[in-house]
């Protein structure tokens, strides 16, 4: 499970498994998770957390998305 980068209590990673995926990010915090689509930023599922805790993941992915981008070719290798 490489992890992509941690702020403000929020975990953020990719599932090894998901290359055959469309380019996006998993995200965890205090017993709950969220996927969000980079292209466009889209959230794609959540469960566990508050609304305001999904609003802020999602500004977090935003702001680091060329980090994330670069992390899923290193990973994924396309």
């Known amino acids: 499970m490489p992890e ?17 995926e469309p ?10 998770h969220a996927t969000f689509w980079l292209v466009p930023l889209t959230l794609a599922y ?4 508050k609304v305001r805790e999904l609003a802020r ?7 680091h998305k060329d980090e994330i981008r670069r ?5 994924f290798g396309s």
């Open 4 to 20: 992509v980068f941690r702020s403000e209590g929020y975990v953020f990673f990719f599932y090894a498994n998901e290359s055959h």
């Open 23 to 32: 380019m996006h990010v998993h995200v965890r915090r205090s017993g709950g």
């Open 46 to 49: 959540a469960e566990g957390l």
């Open 57 to 63: 993941a999602e500004e977090l992915v935003a702001a």
């Open 71 to 75: 992390k899923w070719h290193e990973v």
